[in-house]
């Protein structure tokens, strides 16, 4: 059995086949999801599981080269937006939110969360560990 705190058994396989520059979108419940882009979707009921959770769990299985966020997250929900900054991720840059979803179209996989607050959702993008 596993030792580190990532269970989901398609969230880690993902993970593990993860490239240089590949992109795993975190979203709240709303985020569309992309035609052909899979979907993991882990919500169960509203706010669970929350979108923090979900991208600190991420986070203990992917290297993150630098992270991109919807530029309205700070003005429509300052709370998350402040959250996000917690986390200190690298090297974090700003789309809008319907540059965002384009770039989601690109990504290798969405995951969908319970979050069901606005403009919660995240682009990661992986680095390398060496």
Do not use: W
């Not at 919500?43 to 991109?68: C, K, S, W």
């Amino acid at each position: 059995m596993k030792k580190s705190p990532l269970l989901n058994i398609a969230l880690s396989q993902l993970i593990a086949s993860l490239g240089h520059g590949d992109m795993l979108v975190i979203g709240d419940a709303g985020l569309p999801s992309q035609p052909g882009v899979p979907l993991i979707d882990l919500a169960l009921t509203r706010g669970i599981p929350g979108f923090i959770d979900t991208v600190n769990t991420v986070l203990t299985e992917m290297q993150v080269e630098y992270h991109l966020l919807a530029s309205e997250l700070p003005q429509h929900n300052p709370a998350m937006a402040a959250q996000v900054a917690a986390l200190a991720l690298p090297d974090a840059r700003q789309v809008t939110h319907e540059e965002f979803k384009q770039l989601s179209k690109g990504a290798r996989a969405i995951v969908r969360t319970g979050e069901c607050s606005p403009y919660a959702n995240i682009i990661l993008v992986a680095g390398v560990v060496f």
